[in-house]
């Protein structure tokens, strides 16, 4: 059973930095892109970040550019995402997601989704 974990949320004030993981199980994904989706209040899930399988290439939304990072290791099936200097604006369940194909999963084509994890930014 593929299943992805995320965690790390949590309430930090605006400035502040969270990390967060998603374990992926159930088979390798080595081979996959992988990426973060957030959704807000009230609003429609959006793209974050993504990384492609080798780690090489990444795209991000631009309301995060220069602000979040996201990276993997693919011995752990893990990916990441730094965010620093968090606004308010950032509050919102945030799920994890891979595919086969890199535009497909910036596209929100995604095969996976992870149950999500919740990031509160107080201002």
């Known amino acids: 059973q593929v299943q992805l974990v995320e965690s790390g949320g949590g309430l930090v004030q605006a400035g502040g930095s969270l990390r967060l993981s998603c374990a992926a199980s159930g088979r390798t994904f080595g081979r996959d892109a992988m990426g973060w989706f957030r959704q807000a209040p009230g609003k429609e899930r959006e793209f974050a970040a993504a990384?492609?399988?080798?780690?090489?290439?990444?795209r991000y939304a631009d309301s995060v550019k220069g602000r979040f990072t996201i990276s993997r290791d693919n011995a752990k099936n893990t990916v990441y995402l730094q965010m620093n200097s968090l606004k308010p604006e950032d509050t919102g369940v945030y799920y994890c997601?891979?595919?086969?194909?890199?535009?497909?999963?910036?596209?929100?084509?995604?095969?996976?989704w992870g149950q999500g994890t919740q990031v509160t930014v107080s201002s």
């Open positions: 997601a891979t595919a086969n194909e890199f535009q497909s999963l910036r596209r929100g084509m995604c095969d996976y």
């Open positions: 990384i492609n399988w080798t780690g090489g290439i990444t």
